[in-house]
């Protein structure tokens, strides 16, 4: 077996466990929206899911660990899909929140660091953000 193999490999179990938490997120609020759905759909295409695995995800018995990525702009870019899957609805609950600081402390984030960026994260997404901030992202 080439190496190349065991790497596709080892990123595509990263991609699933990703995959699974997206999912668990989605479903935290007892039932996955149309529009998690869909993002959901999208994600699963991205992160080269199979149907199969898919399906099994989507069962409420599994549960999968999160495997953090080492890079650290990857961690946030994880970070970012799941805040992308929890605003599908335009909406962010206490549990959504509970489960978030959860992942993001999983994908090596810690507690001070995991709530300082979903405080940020939840104004942006939620277009909460102040125009100082505003001209910040932009020029960055």
Do not use: Q, W
């Amino acid at each position: 077996m080439a190496i190349a193999d065991l790497y596709t490999s080892g990123e595509h179990r990263r991609n699933l466990a990703h995959f699974a938490s997206l999912a668990t997120l989605a479903a935290v609020d007892g039932e996955i929206s149309t529009e998690e759905k869909g993002m959901l759909d999208r994600f699963a295409t991205k992160l080269d899911i199979t149907e199969a695995e898919y399906k099994e995800v989507m069962k409420k018995e599994n549960k999968y660990p999160i495997v953090p990525p080492h890079d650290s702009e990857k961690r946030l870019e994880r970070l970012y899909d799941l805040f992308r899957i929890i605003f599908s609805d335009h909406l962010i609950d206490d549990e959504e929140m509970v489960l978030l600081k959860k992942y993001a402390i999983g994908l090596g984030f810690s507690g001070d660091k995991a709530d300082k960026i979903i405080e940020k994260s939840v104004a942006i997404f939620s277009g909460r953000i102040d125009f100082d901030d505003y001209i910040y992202l932009l020029k960055s």
